[in-house]
C-alpha cells in the first residue's frame, strides 16, 4: 500500500492567496484527520471525518478555512484567503474505522509558507 | 479537555545509552496512551501503545510504563541507535464510545549520538 499521499509537499503563496491541500487515504480506511503542526502549538487536529461526514470541525481556526470528502477516498484543505500566520506543516491521517484506538497513519505532510 | 505535558523537549544520548521520556496527562477518564515517532521531512508513526488496564508494554528495544494513580506515563528505549534520532509525541485519550481525538504532547527531540 502507498500509504496516506498528500500533495503539494511544499506550498509557498502570498498573502491573500486561495491555497488547496490535497489528500488521499489508504484504501479501505474510511476516517481521516487533518492536523497542523506548529512549533509554538505542536499537533492540533482540525477536523475530522467519518464516512466523508465531518464530525468535528471545532479545530478549524476561522472561517477562511474550509475541508470537504468528495468522496470515500480523497480530501481537500482550503484556505481562502491565506494569512502569514497560516504557515505550518499539514497532515493528514486515516484510520479504519475512526476508534481511537485504530492506528492513525499520517501522511507526509504539506509545509505551508505564506508570505 | 485533557491537557498533555512532555519532558523533555531535547535529549542527547549517546549511542547504547537509554533514553526516557516523560509525560503527565491531566484527565483521569483518559485511558488510551499511543507514542509518535516523526523522523524529519517525514509524518508522526505511531510506534507503540498502552492502555489503562496494563502498568507496562514492551516491544523489543521499546517499552511504555503507565501509572494511573500519578496519571504520567514514560517512553523507555534501551541501547539507542543513530536511526532512533526523531521527534517523538506521547498522546492521551479517553477510548470510550464516540471518542476519536487525540491530545498530543509538545515533542521531544532525541539525538542519538554516534
Known amino acids: 500500500d502507498a500509504g496516506v499521499i498528500q500533495s503539494p509537499r511544499h506550498e509557498v503563496t502570498e498573502m491573500g492567496q486561495e491555497v488547496t491541500l490535497r489528500c488521499k487515504l489508504i484504501s479501505g480506511h474510511n476516517s481521516l484527520f487533518w492536523y497542523r503542526q506548529t512549533m509554538m502549538r505542536g499537533l492540533e487536529l482540525l477536523i475530522y471525518f467519518n464516512n466523508n461526514v465531518p464530525i468535528d470541525d471545532s479545530g478549524m481556526p476561522e472561517d477562511r478555512f474550509s475541508a470537504k470528502m468528495p468522496n470515500a477516498s480523497f480530501s481537500t484543505l482550503k484556505i481562502q484567503p491565506s494569512e502569514p500566520r497560516d504557515s505550518a506543516v499539514y497532515f493528514c491521517?486515516?484510520?479504519?474505522?475512526?476508534?481511537?484506538?485504530?492506528?492513525?497513519?499520517f501522511g507526509p505532510g504539506t509545509r505551508l509558507t505564506v508570505l | 479537555g485533557e491537557n498533555v505535558e512532555q519532558h523533555p523537549s531535547t535529549l542527547s544520548v549517546q549511542e547504547g545509552d537509554s533514553a526516557v521520556i516523560k509525560c503527565t496527562y491531566s484527565d483521569s477518564a483518559s485511558n488510551y496512551f499511543p507514542w509518535y515517532k516523526q523522523e524529519l521531512g517525514k509524518g508522526p508513526q505511531l510506534i507503540i501503545d498502552?492502555?489503562?488496564?496494563?502498568g507496562e508494554k514492551k516491544d523489543q528495544r521499546i517499552a511504555v510504563t503507565l501509572n494511573k494513580t500519578a496519571k504520567h506515563f514514560s517512553l523507555h528505549i534501551t541501547e539507542t541507535q543513530p536511526e532512533d534520532s526523531a521527534v517523538y509525541f506521547c498522546a492521551a485519550t479517553p477510548s470510550g464510545a464516540g471518542s476519536y481525538q487525540l491530545t498530543f504532547g509538545k515533542g521531544t527531540k532525541l539525538s542519538v549520538i554516534p
Open positions: 491521517a486515516s484510520s479504519q474505522r475512526g476508534v481511537i484506538t485504530d492506528t492513525q497513519y
Open positions: 498502552i492502555r489503562s488496564n496494563v
